[in-house]
């Protein structure tokens, strides 16, 4: 069964940056997976934030977070990074680490099978 740990959130003023970290374990080897980035915020939906494929390291993100935000991956530590620069108020969210092997879309939360249970970002104006 995979699991799926984030950490690194936390509280920043607007323009700082967040790395956030999602330990994944369960498996030997996570190749032909995806793996992505979630965030839920108060009252809306969760939204897709940012995915990488495991071997071919191909990235994909959202419109509103291209540039700032850049996603990557450790094969030693089984671990993927979300690296968080030039953060806004609207950036506020719980973000969830998500994997899934070969999903259909990337883009799309119902394809995911594995989640974890979320960091908290904050973003102060």
């Known amino acids: 069964q995979v699991q799926l740990v984030e950490s690194g959130g936390g509280s920043v003023q607007t323009g700082g940056s967040l790395r956030l970290s999602c330990a994944a374990s369960?498996?030997?080897?996570?190749?032909?997976?995806?793996m992505g980035w979630f965030r839920q915020a108060p009252g809306k939906e969760r939204e897709f934030v940012a995915a990488i494929t495991w071997g071919g390291s191909s990235t994909y993100y959202e419109d509103s977070v291209k540039g700032r935000f850049t996603i990557s991956r450790d094969y030693a530590k089984n671990t993927v990074y979300l690296q968080m620069n030039s953060l806004k108020p609207e950036d506020t969210a719980l973000y969830y680490c998500a994997a899934d092997r070969a999903p259909p879309n990337v883009y799309a939360r119902l394809a995911y099978d594995y989640w974890g249970q979320g960091t908290q970002v904050t973003v102060s104006s």
């Open positions: 369960g498996r030997t080897s996570f190749s032909g997976y995806v």
